[in-house]
């Protein structure tokens, strides 16, 4: 597997393209899986289950369609967007097993860094505990996301795929109810207290890749 890092602010559509068109070539055998780490200028994207009254400020920013699942996200500086062109055949074919070792995979990373990152029944991402906020309407602890996941299966192979936030304007997330969730924010590593650039998170996600898919579910090792 290959790790490509772009640089600079990736433009979406130009990405998306290269993107779809490297996916072609590994269903035809001709490219291996890549792991994409870049960074977009701030934009929007809706995915297959977003709904128009989820986008609160439409003229803010660029709309872009991905064609992903989830809901509408936001991509801008600060955040690294991970984009996972996996063979997901290779890896049991369980598409919702595969997402779940994608959650494992960063919240192993997020371990480096003395992070908790969980995730809860029925809201894909990750999340983590703010007991420094009030707590939610329902007496529950307050909690923020702070890295999404959303992808896409082609002939058994996977594209699109996470982003963390690490130092992103969280303002931005303002336009949009991200992923359609109305009762908890988002945050970032920055956010949290911690000092954390780029080449730390990347250095820690090539290292907790191939560990966290091998403790990760067990039904990708059946």
Not at 44 to 61: C, I, M, N, Q, W
Not at 65 to 76: D, F, K, L, S, V
Request: charged share 20%.
């Amino acid at each position: 597997m290959e790790w490509r890092h772009i640089p600079g602010l990736a433009p979406y559509s130009e990405t998306l393209a290269a993107m779809e068109a490297h996916v072609a070539l590994m269903a035809a055998g001709a490219a291996d899986e890549q792991i994409w780490l870049l960074e977009h200028p701030p934009l929007y994207t809706s995915g297959t289950s977003a709904k128009p009254e989820d986008l609160v400020a439409p003229d803010r920013f660029p709309v872009f369609p991905a064609g992903r699942g989830g809901q509408y996200t936001y991509h801008g500086p600060g955040q690294r967007v991970i984009y996972t062109m996996l063979d997901v055949k290779a890896r049991g074919g369980d598409v919702r097993c595969f997402v779940r070792a994608l959650e494992n995979w960063v919240i192993s990373t997020l371990g480096e860094f003395g992070i908790r990152g969980e995730i809860r029944p029925g809201r894909v991402g990750v999340w983590v505990s703010r007991p420094d906020r009030p707590a939610s309407a329902d007496g529950s602890p307050a909690e923020d996301k702070i890295a999404a996941i959303g992808i896409k299966i082609r002939r058994g192979i996977s594209f699109h795929g996470i982003s963390i936030n690490v130092e992103p304007d969280l303002s931005h997330f303002s336009g949009i109810i991200p992923c359609g969730i109305r009762d908890h924010g988002v945050t970032s590593l920055v956010d949290l207290g911690l000092p954390v650039g780029m080449t730390e998170l990347d250095a820690a996600l090539m290292a907790r890749f191939e560990p966290s898919f091998a403790e990760g579910p067990a039904c990708l090792r059946a």
